[in-house]
T-cell receptor, first 115, second 116 residues
């Protein structure tokens, strides 16, 4: 079974608008962490944001925020005020803290920001 | 200063050879990782190394072995390279995990391995 699902293979957004990238996860571990990464066409991996399963508040890092809905097992990434430089692949990932620190990635979503 | 560095950036080699990829971090982090990204961009964790504790992804062939001479280095050694090993390999490090605390990760630039 897929541990991390990203249902949007590709997304388009107009510059300066907000966009939400979906991520759902599956785990029975009560302690886990959720991660989002950005990979531009140049190939480097950039860590964006982290959410712990016990965190009461949604994580935010600048223009990035994580909409964490624990009961629904979703961890959507929200990018506000999109910029052309946000065009990239975005990966959601989960680490299960008690199951040998199992770390799994979703298949990614390719975001294209239109001028 | 580069936070996480990897060498080489490109590696082209013949099937059956043994090769190593080096990774160094100057952030004082306790945890380091190796990831593999295949041609379809699918990412998989291979190893994590935290305070001398090695956690291995059980799907990784034993031809792959991480070697950590010290806390700042986690090298990846690959024996008997196969065509399917062609991929991009990323090293990363993370801040020491505090219980229920925030975490960030820093990635190296990646090593593009091509096995012929």
């Amino acid at each position: 079974a897929q541990k991390i699902t990203q249902t949007q293979p590709g997304m388009f957004v107009q510059e300066k608008e907000a966009v939400t990238l979906d991520c759902t996860y599956d785990t029975s571990d009560p302690s886990y962490g959720l991660f989002w990464y950005k990979q531009p066409s140049s190939g480097e991996m950039i860590f964006l944001i982290y959410q712990g399963s016990y965190d009461q508040q949604n994580a935010t890092e600048g223009r990035y925020s994580l909409n964490f809905q624990k009961a629904r097992k979703s961890a959507n990434l929200v990018i506000s005020a999109s910029q052309l430089g946000d065009s990239a692949m975005y990966f959601c990932a989960m680490r299960e803290d008690n199951y040998g620190q199992n770390f799994v990635f979703g298949p990614g979503t390719r975001l294209s920001v239109l001028p | 200063d580069t936070a996480v560095s990897q060498t080489p950036k490109y590696l082209v080699t013949q099937m059956g050879n043994d090769k190593s990829i080096k990774c160094e971090q100057n952030l004082g982090h306790d945890t380091m990782y190796w990831y593999k990204q295949d041609s379809k961009k699918f990412l998989k964790i291979m190893f994590s190394y935290n305070n001398k504790e090695l956690i291995i992804n059980e799907t990784v062939p034993n031809r792959f072995s991480p070697k950590s001479p010290d806390k700042a280095h986690l090298n990846l050694h690959i024996n008997s390279l196969e065509l399917g090993d062609s991929a991009v390999y990323f090293c990363a490090s993370s801040q020491p995990r505090q219980w229920r605390g925030k975490e960030t990760q820093y990635f190296g630039p990646g090593t593009r391995l091509l096995v012929l």
